[in-house]
T-cell receptor, first 117, second 113 residues
Framework: AQKVTQAQTEISVVEKEDVTLDCVYE???????LFWYKQPPSGELVFLIR??????QNEISGRYSWNFQKSTSSFNFTITASQVVDSAVYFC??????????????FGKGTRLSVIA | NAGVTQTPKFQVLKTGQSMTLQCAQD?????MSWYRQDPGMGLRLIHY???????DQGEVPNGYNVSRSTTEDFPLRLLSAAPSQTSVYFC????????????FGQGTRLTVV
């Protein structure tokens, strides 16, 4: 069965610090997809990134970067030079590809990031 | 574009009452799903649908019913509300397969007293 673990419940950093949010997943499938979503204080869920299991290249988007390592079943998210607007709950999620197509997203419990000015 | 629209945004129910949370999307997405979000629990899947006329149970389906008579709509019914169903409910849709980007509604905050 698929599982996503975000061991860090809450993280607090001072503005301009770098911060890494950890995500460890479990799956028996060789084909799967990993996601990160952001939930700001306003409550909506914002898609950040999708990565398939065959693409281990790291991705960078502005201050955001993602490190996907199949060897450790991890898909970590780093925010460089954090800003107050980065304060949110961040969710990692996994979708497997089984014989019927795909399975729905399974989410981790989330990491609450607080960036202090 | 409206995207995924959930109504109502807030609701207070008494124990035993029934109600329907509405979800509609205008993106012609095949896949729709309902999640509930509870403190410290992340998002847990209630029910999902891979297309009109097809639904399936998720992780926490008890106490909830769904139907998918059209591509656009995916209502969630609480048959007899219980305090344990106090939560924030999110509806999501995605284009073809679950591994494409899921678009979420704004959420419905439900309190059962």
């Amino acid at each position: 069965a698929q599982k996503v673990t975000q061991a860090q419940t809450e993280i607090s950093v001072v503005e301009k610090e770098d911060v890494t949010l950890d995500c460890v997943y479990e799956t028996r499938d060789t084909t799967y997809y990993l996601f990160w979503y952001k939930q700001p204080p306003s409550g909506e869920l914002v898609f950040l990134i999708r990565r398939n299991s065959f693409d281990e290249q790291n991705e960078i988007s502005g201050r955001y970067s993602w490190n996907f390592q199949k060897s450790t079943s991890s898909f970590n998210f780093t925010i460089t030079a954090s800003q107050v607007v980065d304060s949110a709950v961040y969710f990692c999620a996994l979708s497997e590809v089984d014989n019927s197509g795909n399975t729905p997203l399974v989410f981790g419990k989330g990491t609450r990031l607080s960036v202090i000015a | 574009n409206a995207g995924v629209t959930q109504t109502p945004k807030f609701q207070v129910l008494k124990t035993g009452q029934s109600m329907t949370l509405q979800c509609a999307q205008d993106m012609n997405h095949e896949y729709m799903s309902w999640y509930r979000q509870d403190p410290g629990m992340g998002l847990r899947l209630i029910h999902y649908s891979v297309g009109a006329g097809i639904t399936d149970q998720g992780e926490v389906p008890n106490g909830y019913n769904v139907s998918r008579s059209t591509t656009e709509d995916f209502p969630l019914r609480l048959l007899s509300a219980a305090p344990s169903q106090t939560s924030v409910y999110f509806c999501a849709s995605s284009l073809h397969q679950m591994n494409t980007e899921a678009f979420f509604g704004q959420g419905t905050r439900l309190t059962v007293v």
